[in-house]
């Protein structure tokens, strides 16, 4: 999970006297006398920065934060990000993990002045192993936050806690815990965060999309075709899931047969919650990761 020098009101780190003042030395007198006196709170109408992210939480072999993106006095919703570095060798999930493995949760109900905290998710990479397929990053990743405050122009402090896994050859749970201020003003850290949210898969329409999807036959487990148009000819990674998150189904696996500029794949209706009928409706989300490009597919299978 990637994470942010602003000025205006007196935020809340200032107050708890944490002010984040950069890397840079201080210079002069005045300034060294304006930090302490932000420090200790005591000019209220004096700017102090708020942090561009939080201290890392580390785990066993990972560690996450905050980070704060740039924003703007009057721009709701609020940008942030939920950065998770790893040791080499080790990955974690995607909010679908694939056939094994443990997808982020995250909390923010301990926050100040936040209606809504909405985690994005950048597209994911495929992970094989003896043990089958997971769906999710190595090295580090940034999941885009877009905060919501209760109340426009008045503090905004996200508390996190969140529980994930990690795994090398085997998983291990972790857990992370995070505040930082969100303020109105530039970020050290909004070019990674900008980076993180072009990652997140776009919403396309099958039609945009050209995507089809049908049953193959009336099994038990009723194979499922999708036809995908790949205009690059490259290796794409296609990933999809069922109408809630208790839906497990495979990962779609290439076919044979697909004209040029197109490419099949096919997975059984399989990993269905108890009681629902392989033979319904069903409303399906495929992502697709083709090169650079990135889309997330909402489609009906009738």
Not at 280 to 293: A, D, I, P, S
């Amino acid at each position: 999970m990637d994470f942010l020098t602003r000025s205006g009101v007196m935020s809340q780190t200032c107050k708890t006297g944490n002010c984040n003042i950069g890397t840079g030395k201080i210079r002069s007198r005045p300034a060294r006398l304006a930090l302490v006196l932000c420090g200790l709170a005591i000019l209220p109408a004096a700017p102090c920065a708020a942090a561009d992210a939080s201290a890392w939480s580390q785990d066993s072999k990972s560690a996450a934060r905050l980070i704060a993106g740039a924003n703007a006095s009057d721009q709701a919703p609020l940008r942030a990000g939920i950065e998770v570095k790893l040791e080499p060798g080790w990955h974690t999930y995607w909010r679908y993990p694939g056939d094994s493995g443990v997808p982020p949760r995250v909390d923010f109900s301990g926050s100040d002045n936040v209606k809504a905290a909405k985690v994005r998710f950048p597209a994911p990479r495929l992970f094989s192993d003896g043990g089958g397929n997971s769906i999710g990053y190595s090295d580090s990743v940034i999941f885009p936050v877009e905060v919501t405050p209760r109340q426009t122009g008045k503090p905004v402090t996200l508390r996190l806690k969140v529980d994930y896994a990690v795994c090398e050859k085997l998983c291990i749970p972790a857990e992370g815990r995070a505040e930082l201020p969100l303020a109105a003003g530039p970020s050290a850290s909004d070019a990674a965060l900008a980076a993180a949210e072009a990652q997140v898969p776009a919403p396309v329409s099958a039609a945009e999309a050209d995507l089809h999807v049908r049953r193959v036959n009336d099994a038990a487990k009723p194979l499922i075709a999708v036809d995908l148009k790949t205009p690059s000819g490259g290796p794409v990674g296609i990933f999809v899931e069922g109408p809630s998150p208790e839906w497990a189904l495979p990962i779609p696996q290439p076919a044979q047969g697909a004209p040029a500029g197109r490419q099949h794949f096919g997975f059984e209706l399989d990993g269905l919650p108890p009681g629902v009928d392989p033979k319904g409706q069903f409303e399906l989300t495929f992502t697709v990761v083709e090169g650079g490009r990135a889309m997330e597919i909402k489609t009906h299978l009738d």
